[in-house]
């Protein structure tokens, strides 16, 4: 009978089928499983409040304030053409513009589109009125960063800004994504680990159009953790106005604790800018402006310090064998140095260590420079934290440069000739410096020999920052208090170069200096600390191409003066 | 006393017990995030319903053997039918499929899958067929293969002319199942079939575009997945996230959010193996063969030819469809457009499996 055989044949069909249910439903089911939900399932991230950054007063510097911005929710969008009518109308804008940033920034159907951000308080309240009137638009409170000085601190606190693709690639690991605003500068970046926070969001349910159907759960997001800075905005402020129209930088910090209390850079710019997307040419402005205002002149310009160098020559002549303070040369306003000479700026005549450092005798320093030799000279500029990174906690620096014999021979593949050792030994040539290595050399011959890291965080979420153990610079205490007290002659004695310093009660120490430029005004510089019996600060002054020392000189008069009439100093 | 083996209860339990799961099953696949959005299908299918019964319980009055009158009309009906819904029939999912009889919409095709059983049945238990060895073993080639497949291959034509690929199949089974079930010598059959495939790529040709994509898409889902591959793999996820126990009645996430296409008509396997898991699923499998394994005992028991090769028929219809239609919703078989029959959506449907398990319960009485 082929019923039987027909019998065979539906149970060998149904049992094919049931094999497949098993390896559909059993054996592979969690992989459908988890198909299912991520076809059902989405989250919208909600953005957490990121945290303020104080100055060490508890003065505010970086905030959040609250912004208006009218957003389009797509699943709830009635009528396009009129809804956009009606709302360009009330924002005053055109229809297409509406349509246009709409288009733009649509992502999916539950995600609200910005259509504009940061509108007045007024028209906020007049598009919430006539939200019934516009199905699909809402009035968001959203958390906008707020620079309360602008430009003032620009350089030290940095900005926010969306992700870029370096950033990305580089932190996806620590949770990241596309889309977030992260800092892209200064504190901002440095910190923004802990200043971010973390992100909230709602898991929500959609279906097969992407619409949301219901919430299934949500979790708030966290406050970014405070930040307490080591500036002084009150200093800062004073340094900034100081500057006027130079380009250049300030730097002042506690010599113990190498805490940084003015971090200034000339020209600056609006962070505001890089919040506020609207304001792109402005932006361009920064990004091509032949002043460069984003780049930090205090940590990323690497300049010849001039005469300020001088301090690493004396200190590595005090070490070299057979110096003594003592022994004078005489200054004749210029020096043979193999077959050719060596100018001075003046004529000094016979020159002690004081009256070399005093007056800045070049010709001085050029036997200093012999006495200690390059090698002497690189290995004590080394010591003093030139040619590397200060470590400050910004995300850019430069390390500068020192040069040495080897390095001459090796990449230049010239001979070191004894001009090279003159112009070392007077802080041209072929040194580079940045103005915070010079501040932080100055620290260190101030407290005593310790190269103190620089930093500008002071504490985070109210826990102090840990200080970094500081190298010892290879200079004993009579020599470092030599150099100190050579340092106070610039200031105190009239003909020293920095004598419009000596301000009543600070006692100030100083060395200027002047970098040539070819066919271009000189750099000006000057660094010191004070006050010379217990130093606390070290200063440096740089002026990009401010024509002499003379003038760092009277823009840190005046910014020291002011703050010790105010009482900053203490 | 042991009991005795009464397939026509078996039948009718296992009937019952589809018929229910059917009815919970629709009713969930009628909601999308929780609001009855097809009502009205579900109140219809309700109604369709206990008219089936209705026509269920009179055709299990109806003596079997006067169904023989009525195949001549019948199958005139019926091709006429077809004929008429190709010239005027509505267009529901690209396909003519329906007629419209004063507000009801009828779909032949269905008629026609039992009445070509009727044709056949008769056409083999016939005297001129079944000569002195009272089977069509010893019947001549034309007898036995050429008259019956004629008269499968005319509304077989009509029904792949709407375009409705997949009831042509089944007509094409039914042919050979009844065929091979009365006994018709074992190397005509295999002829024929050399025959067809050796036409296949002729029938290629004739394909309508969205047929042969569906046809290829079975080959690699991955092909089209946002177009017709969306369906499949989105059955497939159904099914395979109910896993072992199933999300919960009205809990299927690919169901209620509309991310399965047809999820009341082809593919409500998916929505059931989707809620109620491998176990639902199985179960359900097992209902379907224990009901196909009864009407085959049924026709085994029956009292003459005539009436074995119509429950026969009824069999390979509904063995036909489960297998296919689960199949499809699995991605194991192309998606050819069958319905479960008893458990999907359609009134037509319905009705006629209805009718022709009346029948066939009406040979049970009659051993």
């Given at each position: 009978?082929?019923?039987?055989?027909?019998?065979?044949?539906?149970?060998?069909?149904?049992?094919?089928?049931?094999?497949?249910?098993?390896?559909?439903?059993?054996?592979?089911?969690?992989?459908?499983?988890?198909?299912?939900?991520?076809?059902?399932?989405?989250?919208?991230?909600?953005?957490?409040?990121?945290?303020?950054?104080?100055?060490?007063?508890?003065?505010?510097?970086?905030?959040?304030?609250?912004?208006?911005?009218?957003?389009?929710?797509?699943?709830?969008?009635?009528?396009?053409?009129?809804?956009?009518?009606?709302?360009?109308?009330?924002?005053?804008?055109?229809?297409?513009?509406?349509?246009?940033?709409?288009?733009?920034?649509?992502?999916?159907?539950?995600?609200?589109?910005?259509?504009?951000?940061?509108?007045?308080?007024?028209?906020?309240?007049?598009?919430?009125?006539?939200?019934?009137?516009?199905?699909?638009?809402?009035?968001?409170?959203?958390?906008?960063?707020?620079?309360?000085?602008?430009?003032?601190?620009?350089?030290?606190?940095?900005?926010?800004?969306?992700?870029?693709?370096?950033?990305?690639?580089?932190?996806?690991?620590?949770?990241?994504?596309?889309?977030?605003?992260?800092?892209?500068?200064?504190?901002?970046?440095?910190?923004?680990?802990?200043?971010?926070?973390?992100?909230?969001?709602?898991?929500?349910?959609?279906?097969?159009?992407?619409?949301?159907?219901?919430?299934?759960?949500?979790?708030?997001?966290?406050?970014?953790?405070?930040?307490?800075?080591?500036?002084?905005?009150?200093?800062?402020?004073?340094?900034?106005?100081?500057m006027?129209g130079y380009a250049g930088a300030?730097?002042?910090?506690?010599?113990?604790?190498?805490?940084?209390?003015?971090?200034?850079?000339k020209?600056?710019?609006?962070?505001?800018?890089?919040?506020?997307?609207?304001?792109?040419?402005?932006?361009?402005?920064?990004?091509?402006?032949?002043?460069?205002?984003?780049?930090?002149r205090?940590?990323?310009a690497a300049i010849a310090p001039g005469s300020v160098f001088k301090?690493?020559?004396?200190?590595?002549?005090?070490?070299?064998?057979?110096?003594?303070?003592?022994?004078?040369?005489?200054?004749?306003?210029?020096?043979?140095?193999?077959?050719?000479?060596f100018q001075c700026w003046s004529?000094?005549?016979?020159?002690?260590?004081?009256?070399?450092?005093?007056?800045s005798?070049d010709?001085?320093f050029?036997?200093?420079?012999?006495?200690?030799?390059?090698?002497?000279?690189?290995?004590?500029?080394?010591?003093?934290?030139?040619?590397?990174?200060?470590?400050?906690?910004?995300?850019?620096?430069?390390?500068?440069?020192?040069?040495?014999?080897?390095?001459?021979?090796?990449?230049?593949?010239?001979?070191?000739?004894?001009?090279?050792?003159?112009n070392?030994?007077i802080g041209q040539g072929f040194v580079q410096v940045t103005p915070?290595?010079l501040?932080?050399?100055?620290?260190?011959?101030?407290?005593?020999?310790?190269?103190?890291?620089?930093?500008?965080?002071?504490?985070?979420?109210?826990?102090?920052?840990?200080?970094?153990?500081?190298?010892?610079?290879?200079?004993?205490?009579?020599?470092?208090?030599?150099?100190?007290?050579?340092?106070?002659?610039p200031?105190?004695?009239?003909?020293?170069t920095a004598?419009?310093?000596?301000?009543?009660?600070?006692?100030?120490?100083?060395k200027t200096g002047t970098a040539q430029v070819t066919g271009m005004p000189a750099h000006g510089w000057v660094a010191?600390?004070?006050?010379?019996?217990?130093?606390?600060?070290?200063?440096c002054v740089f002026l990009e191409h401010g024509g002499s020392s003379h003038a760092a000189c009277e823009v840190a008069?005046?910014?020291?003066?002011?703050?010790?009439?105010?009482?900053?100093?203490? | 006393?042991?009991?005795?083996?009464?397939?026509?209860?078996?039948?009718?339990?296992?009937?019952?017990?589809?018929?229910?799961?059917?009815?919970?099953?629709?009713?969930?696949?009628?909601?999308?995030?929780?609001?009855?959005?097809?009502?009205?299908?579900?109140?219809?299918?309700?109604?369709?319903?206990?008219?089936?019964?209705?026509?269920?319980?009179?055709?299990?009055?109806?003596?079997?053997?006067?169904?023989?009158?009525?195949?001549?009309?019948?199958?005139?009906?019926?091709?006429?039918?077809?004929?008429?819904?190709?010239?005027?029939?509505?267009?529901?999912?690209?396909?003519?499929?329906?007629?419209?009889?004063?507000?009801?919409?009828?779909?032949?095709?269905?008629?026609?899958?039992?009445?070509?059983?009727?044709?056949?049945?008769?056409?083999?238990?016939?005297?001129?067929?079944?000569?002195?060895?009272?089977?069509?073993?010893?019947?001549?080639?034309?007898?036995?293969?050429?008259?019956?497949?004629?008269?499968?291959?005319?509304?077989?034509?009509?029904?792949?002319?709407?375009?409705?690929?997949?009831?042509?199949?089944?007509?094409?089974?039914?042919?050979?199942?009844?065929?091979?079930?009365?006994?018709?010598?074992?190397?005509?059959?295999?002829?024929?079939?050399?025959?067809?495939?050796?036409?296949?790529?002729?029938?290629?040709?004739?394909?309508?575009?969205?047929?042969?994509?569906?046809?290829?898409?079975?080959?690699?889902?991955?092909?089209?997945?946002?177009?017709?591959?969306?369906?499949?793999?989105?059955?497939?996820?159904?099914?395979?996230?109910?896993?072992?126990?199933?999300?919960?009645?009205?809990?299927?996430?690919?169901?209620?959010?509309?991310?399965?296409?047809?999820?009341?008509?082809?593919?409500?396997?998916?929505?059931?193996?989707?809620?109620?898991?491998?176990?639902?699923?199985?179960?359900?499998?097992?209902?379907?063969?224990?009901?196909?394994?009864?009407?085959?005992?049924?026709?085994?028991?029956?009292?003459?030819?005539?009436?074995?090769?119509?429950?026969?028929?009824?069999?390979?219809?509904?063995?036909?469809?489960?297998?296919?239609?689960?199949?499809?919703?699995?991605?194991?078989?192309?998606?050819?457009?069958?319905?479960?029959?008893?458990?999907?959506?359609?009134?037509?449907?319905?009705?006629?499996?209805?009718?022709?398990?009346?029948?066939?319960?009406?040979?049970?009485?009659?051993?």
């Open positions: 009978m082929r019923l039987g055989t027909y019998r065979i044949l539906v149970l060998l069909t149904f049992a094919a089928v049931a094999l497949g249910l098993v390896m559909i439903q059993g054996v592979r089911g969690p992989r459908y499983q988890d198909l299912s939900r991520r076809n059902a399932v989405r989250l919208i991230p909600q953005e957490p409040y990121r945290g303020r950054i104080y100055d060490r007063h508890g003065r505010l510097m970086a905030d959040n304030v609250l912004s208006f911005d009218v957003v389009i929710i797509p699943q709830e969008l009635g009528d396009r053409e009129e809804t956009f009518a009606h709302l360009a109308a009330l924002l005053g804008m055109t229809a297409e513009k509406v349509a246009y940033a709409y288009k733009k920034g649509y992502l999916n159907p539950f995600t609200p589109v910005p259509i504009a951000s940061g509108i007045d308080k007024e028209k906020a309240i007049i598009v919430a009125e006539q939200e019934l009137d516009l199905p699909g638009v809402a009035v968001h409170l959203n958390a906008k960063r707020f620079y309360p000085s602008g430009e003032v601190t620009a350089h030290v606190l940095g900005y926010i800004s969306e992700i870029d693709r370096e950033r990305i690639t580089r932190l996806k690991s620590y949770g990241y994504d596309l889309k977030d605003k992260v800092g892209m500068s200064g504190l901002e970046e440095t910190l923004d680990i802990f200043l971010r926070g973390e992100k909230g969001g709602e898991q929500i349910e959609v279906d097969s159009l992407g619409r949301k159907v219901r919430l299934i759960g949500y979790r708030p997001s966290a406050f970014g953790s405070d930040v307490t800075a080591t500036l002084d905005l009150e200093l800062q402020q004073l340094a900034y106005a100081a006027r300030f730097v002042v910090m506690d010599v113990k604790t190498g805490e940084v209390l003015v971090l200034c850079s020209p600056s710019y609006d962070p505001g800018v890089f919040i506020d997307r609207s304001q792109t040419k402005r932006l361009n402005e920064y990004l091509t402006s032949a002043g460069a205002p984003l780049m930090n205090a940590t990323c301090v690493v020559t004396a200190a590595a002549a005090l070490r070299a064998r057979g110096f003594s303070s003592s022994m004078t040369y005489v200054c004749r306003g210029r020096l043979r140095v193999g077959d050719r000479y004529t000094h005549g016979p020159q002690d260590f004081f009256q070399g450092v005093a007056h005798c010709v001085y050029y036997h200093l420079g012999f006495r200690a030799n390059p090698d002497g000279m690189a290995r004590t500029a080394h010591e003093f934290g030139f040619g590397e990174k200060t470590g400050i906690d910004l995300p850019q620096e430069v390390a500068g440069f020192i040069p040495s014999r080897v390095w001459k021979n090796l990449a230049r593949l010239e001979n070191w000739y004894d001009g090279d050792t003159a070392f030994a915070l290595q501040a932080r050399m100055m620290a260190a011959v101030a407290n005593g020999g310790l190269l103190v890291s620089p930093r500008l965080t002071k504490a985070i979420a109210g826990e102090a920052v840990v200080e970094r153990p500081a190298k010892r610079v290879h200079l004993d205490k009579e020599q470092l208090a030599m150099i100190r007290k050579a340092l106070r002659y200031v105190s004695l009239s003909s020293g004598h419009n310093l000596d301000i009543e009660g600070l006692g100030i120490c100083a010191g600390f004070f006050p010379e019996d217990e130093p606390r600060y070290a200063f008069r005046e910014v020291l003066e002011e703050a010790k009439k105010r009482g900053i100093w203490r | 006393m042991a009991m005795r083996y009464r397939p026509h209860l078996v039948l009718l339990v296992a009937l019952g017990l589809i018929l229910a799961a059917g009815l919970l099953c629709l009713y969930s696949s009628c909601h999308q995030k929780g609001d009855f959005i097809r009502q009205d299908a579900f109140v219809k299918q309700a109604l369709w319903l206990g008219i089936g019964l209705c026509g269920m319980f009179l055709m299990s009055h109806l003596d079997y053997r006067r169904l023989n009158f009525f195949m001549a009309p019948l199958y005139l009906v019926a091709l006429v039918s077809l004929v008429f819904v190709l010239v005027s029939g509505r267009i529901i999912m690209g396909a003519q499929r329906w007629l419209t009889l004063g507000g009801v919409s009828l779909q032949p095709s269905e008629l026609g899958k039992y009445v070509l059983v009727l044709v056949l049945a008769g056409h083999y238990s016939s005297k001129a067929v079944l000569g002195v060895h009272a089977d069509a073993h010893s019947a001549g080639f034309i007898k036995a293969c050429a008259v019956p497949l004629g008269l499968t291959l005319l509304p077989t034509l009509l029904v792949m002319a709407q375009p409705d690929l997949g009831t042509a199949i089944v007509y094409f089974f039914i042919f050979f199942s009844c065929a091979f079930l009365a006994q018709v010598r074992l190397r005509y059959l295999a002829g024929l079939t050399a025959a067809g495939l050796a036409g296949l790529p002729v029938f290629w040709h004739f394909l309508k575009g969205y047929q042969r994509l569906r046809l290829l898409v079975f080959l690699d889902p991955g092909s089209d997945p946002l177009g017709a591959g969306y369906t499949v793999i989105q059955s497939k996820i159904a099914v395979g996230s109910g896993r072992l126990l199933g999300k919960g009645f009205m809990s299927g996430t690919q169901g209620q959010l509309n991310f399965l296409a047809e999820r009341h008509t082809d593919f409500i396997f998916s929505v059931w193996a989707e809620e109620w898991g491998l176990l639902g699923s199985l179960a359900l499998l097992v209902l379907y063969g224990v009901l196909i394994f009864a009407i085959l005992r049924i026709a085994e028991t029956a009292k003459d030819m005539y009436g074995r090769l119509l429950a026969c028929g009824v069999a390979a219809v509904l063995f036909f469809h489960a297998a296919v239609n689960v199949m499809m919703n699995m991605g194991m078989c192309p998606v050819v457009g069958l319905p479960l029959s008893l458990f999907s959506y359609g009134g037509s449907s319905l009705v006629f499996n209805l009718l022709a398990l009346g029948v066939v319960l009406n040979i049970a009485k009659q051993k």
